[in-house]
């Protein structure tokens, strides 16, 4: 497909488990975002990538959470002991280069914790 | 810390009817302003964005009004349709930095027959 896939759709995970949730963006895309999106609110920003370069991490909200894209295509959020107040949608998008450059999003990965 | 404020919460329009959604910001920093779309279990996706030169821009049924002075912009939708039902969220971005967005918390529009 031509668009931004995220995975796993949805996932649910016992409090003080470490969650994997994986970016594919769009081929060529040189710039990743990451996105946190509570139930009823706007997504709000996580981390940012420029190629495999973590270049903004400011929006994470805790020292449990880590991003990478090693080879600066696919992308990993990773959570460590995750808490209730993780439960959100997870969003990733891809730009190309040039800021102007519309964001595309992927579908979001869903996750529950209990 | 909100610095992109958007009313109303939800909103119910008439078929054909005008669709008027609100924001706010506060970061002067500023310097784009896209408006998008949400459909329940998708992502966000671009609908129209503004850059702070222009005071208008249209795109079909789609309007964004910006006034820089009063930092305040506003999407208009003409002719509603029930199609348009959906999530929608204002953003802004500063651009030069890591071009992060800033979203609003959404406005939840329905369009009755």
């Known amino acids: 497909g031509a668009g931004v896939s995220q995975s796993p759709r949805y996932k649910v995970a016992k409090r003080g488990q470490d969650v994997a949730l994986r970016c594919d963006p769009i081929s060529g895309h040189v710039s990743l975002f990451w996105y946190q999106q509570a139930l009823g609110q706007g997504p709000e920003f996580l981390t940012y990538?420029?190629?495999?370069?973590?270049?903004?991490k400011s929006g994470l909200p805790s020292d449990r959470f880590f991003a990478e894209r090693p080879e600066g295509s696919v992308s990993t959020l990773k959570i460590q002991r995750t808490q209730q107040e993780d439960s959100a949608v997870y969003l990733c998008?891809?730009?190309?280069?040039?800021?102007?450059?519309?964001?595309?999003f992927g579908p979001g990965t869903r996750l529950t914790v209990l | 810390q909100q610095q992109v404020k958007q009313s109303p919460q939800s909103l119910i329009v008439q078929k054909g009817g005008i669709s008027i959604i609100n924001c706010a910001y506060e970061n002067t920093a500023f310097d784009y302003f896209p408006w998008y779309q949400q459909f329940p279990g998708k992502g966000p996706a671009l609908l129209i964005a503004?850059?702070?030169?222009?005071s208008e821009k249209k795109e079909g049924r789609f309007t964004i009004s910006f006034n820089k002075s009063a930092k305040q912009f506003s999407l208009h939708i003409m002719d509603s349709q029930p199609g348009d039902s959906a999530t929608y969220f204002c953003a802004a971005m500063q651009t030069g930095t890591a071009s992060k967005l800033t979203f609003g918390t959404g406005t939840r529009l329905q369009v009755t027959l």
């Open positions: 503004i850059r702070p030169d222009v």
């Open positions: 990538f420029q190629n495999e370069a973590q270049l903004d």
């Open positions: 998008a891809s730009r190309s280069r040039g800021s102007y450059n519309e964001q595309f």
